[in-house]
Structure formats: structure tokens, C-alpha cells
């Protein structure tokens, strides 16, 4: 037998043997066929090979890299936790993973995806390999897979279903949230509320003599309304204020965090406002007034549908006292 080292299969001496010449021809052009990065290094994390994957997608030239540190080929790279990694891979002799969700890139290798993504690198998954030969020396094969695309459209799916979301809980309108969203906001606030003893206010309000202005300037000069009035009410809210439009032209606000003289306040800037900012529709001035409503929670509501009705009867006092005004739900002693 010659002293060159030979695979071959013992059991069955009929089955052709190939020399290491052979074998590392072999394992060049698959490798270098691979749409995968290919990059063995030794146990000092100096690079040992790598394929034409890499080759085409860096500028780098072969024999600057070979037998040079992965670090100082790749400044790029997160060297204190990619040494972690590559040692662990080491230590416990098995395969580990990095996924594009946990980080985008390790290496800045350009993309060649034709459409603009957010990053100008592409996307890649990376499996760490720990590789032991028959002179039980110790090395790591790291797979590089461009998985651009795959990031792209799922970025593009979560972008979508954001979207979605967002739209189920808008009014398609005013663009204020819709009554659903609104009232689900107002549960939970109501249940923080007595969860941690704080204070919570809520406004209903009403257009005056809705029903005329529809006459009068048609759908179109109604719906115009709808959308200046909402505007110039969210203009003059917080930040944690929740504005919604309950039903028709009937709007509600949550107020966390704020008693009734603070609701009461705001309530009368809202109605004072609107009653001073004409509206222009097809040349026509219109002028619109709103009705409110303020109610405080107290300790005598047992769920949030009772505040509403407080709410809802201070606004129906609102308008059988005149319209264009504030009236706030009597205070309950329990």
C-alpha cells in the first residue's frame, strides 16, 4: 500500500479508492459551486479556506486571507461575541446557529437583490460547524447563507400585517381610532384605574344639529366636518389620550390620569375652539358647535360601561340645556 493517505471503504474491496489529491479536487468544486459562503478556520480562528461564494461578494484576494485571523480579514465582525461563540462551537464539539432575526449580518457582504432593501448587506444566516480530523486537529466551518430575499418579504409581511392592524383599529374617516378600539382601550384604562387607585375622566361629545348640516351641505359637507372637527380636537390632546369616534357624529375621549376639574377643562377649550373656528366647504362658511359630557370614575361604578353612561347622560344634559356648552355627571358619594 503507498504511504499517501487513502479513503476508502474496507468492506468491500471491490469499491475504488481515492486519493487526497482527488478528494480535495472533488471538495474544491463543490464548494466552490455552493450559493453558500464557505469558511473553515483552524482553532486560532485563522482562516484555512473559503470559497468562491466569498470571493465573488468581497474584494478581499485569496492569499491575503488565507492563514490570516477571521478578525483582521473581517474588522466587521463582533469579535467578543463571535470568539464566545466559535469557542463554545469548540468546547462542546457541537453546531450552533445565527440567525438574520437575531442579528442581519456577521459579514458585510453586498447583496445582489435588485430591489432596495433597508440594508445594503445582505441578510444571512450562519451555522457554525466544529470539524475534528484524523491528526486531532480542531476546526470550525462557518456556512454563510444569503437569505435576503426571505428577509426582505418577511419584512414586508410584518410591515403588511401592521398595516392591518392599524386599520382595524382606525376610523376609515376621521382616521381617529374606531368605537371597537376605543372601547377596549377604555376596559383596560378602566381596570388600571382600579387596579393602582388613579384617576380616570372621560368626555362624550356630540355636533350640534348634525342632521341639518347633512341637509343643508349634503354628505360630502358632513363628512368634511367629521374630519376638521376630529383634526382640531386631536390637536389639543395628550400624548396618553385616547380619541375615538363612538358612533356617527358622536366622539368620546379617555383622559387617564385626570380628575374632573382637568377634564372639565379641557371639555370647555374643546367646546370653545370649535365654536370659534369656521369652516369652509365648496366657498361656504360653516359654523359648527359640540355638546360635552364629563364624567369621573368614582368608587360607585362596578365596570366601565357605567362611566360611559355617566358620560352619555351629562352630554344629553348638555343638549337640552341649550347645546354649545359643558355639563359634568353629578359626583356620587358612595
Not at 459551486?33 to 482553532?43: E, I, R, S
Not at 480562528?45 to 492563514?67: A, M, Y
Not at 454563510?144 to 410591515?159: G, R
Not at 361604578?301 to 343638549?319: C, G, P, R
Request: proline content about 3%; overall charge negative.
Amino acid at each position: 500500500m503507498s504511504n499517501n493517505k487513502l479513503f476508502t471503504t474496507p468492506i468491500d474491496a471491490n469499491v475504488p479508492v481515492v486519493n487526497e489529491l482527488v478528494f480535495e479536487q472533488i471538495n474544491s468544486q463543490i464548494t466552490d459551486q455552493l450559493n453558500t459562503g464557505v469558511l473553515v478556520l483552524d482553532a486560532d480562528f485563522n482562516i484555512v479556506l473559503w470559497n468562491r461564494f466569498l470571493q465573488v461578494h468581497t474584494d478581499k484576494i485569496t492569499d491575503n486571507i488565507i492563514g490570516k485571523s477571521i478578525f483582521t480579514a473581517f474588522p466587521e465582525l463582533p469579535q467578543r461575541w463571535l470568539s464566545r461563540k466559535l469557542s463554545s462551537v469548540l468546547q462542546l464539539n457541537t453546531p450552533s446557529f445565527c440567525s438574520w432575526q437575531q442579528r442581519h449580518h456577521l459579514f458585510e457582504l453586498p447583496h445582489t437583490r435588485p430591489i432596495t432593501t433597508d440594508s445594503e448587506f445582505m441578510a444571512q444566516n450562519c451555522t457554525f460547524l466544529p470539524i475534528e480530523s484524523d491528526t486531532r486537529d480542531r476546526h470550525i466551518c462557518i456556512l454563510i447563507e444569503d437569505v435576503t430575499d426571505a428577509c426582505h418579504y418577511q419584512m414586508q409581511l410584518q410591515k403588511t400585517l401592521a398595516e392591518i392592524a392599524q386599520i382595524s383599529r382606525i376610523d376609515g374617516l376621521t382616521q381617529i381610532y374606531n368605537r371597537r378600539h376605543w372601547q377596549d382601550s377604555l376596559e383596560q384604562e378602566y381596570a388600571k384605574a382600579r387596579r393602582h387607585d388613579k384617576k380616570l375622566s372621560l368626555i362624550m361629545l356630540d355636533l350640534d344639529h348634525f342632521k341639518l348640516l347633512n341637509d343643508n351641505y349634503g354628505h360630502q359637507g358632513g363628512d368634511m366636518v367629521l374630519i376638521e372637527v376630529s383634526a382640531l380636537i386631536s390637536a389639543l390632546l395628550r400624548v396618553e389620550d385616547t380619541f375615538g369616534r363612538y358612533g356617527g357624529e358622536e366622539f368620546a375621549i379617555i383622559l387617564p390620569e385626570t380628575d374632573s376639574a382637568g377634564a372639565m377643562e379641557l371639555a370647555h377649550r374643546i367646546c370653545r375652539v370649535i365654536a370659534t373656528t369656521p369652516l369652509t366647504y365648496n366657498s361656504q362658511v360653516i359654523n359648527v358647535t359640540v355638546s360635552l359630557g364629563v364624567a369621573q370614575l368614582s368608587c360607585n361604578e362596578s365596570n366601565y360601561e357605567e362611566l360611559i353612561t355617566q358620560a352619555d347622560s351629562a352630554l344629553y344634559q348638555a343638549k337640552s340645556q341649550g347645546r354649545n356648552q359643558v355639563c359634568s355627571a353629578p359626583e356620587l358619594v358612595s
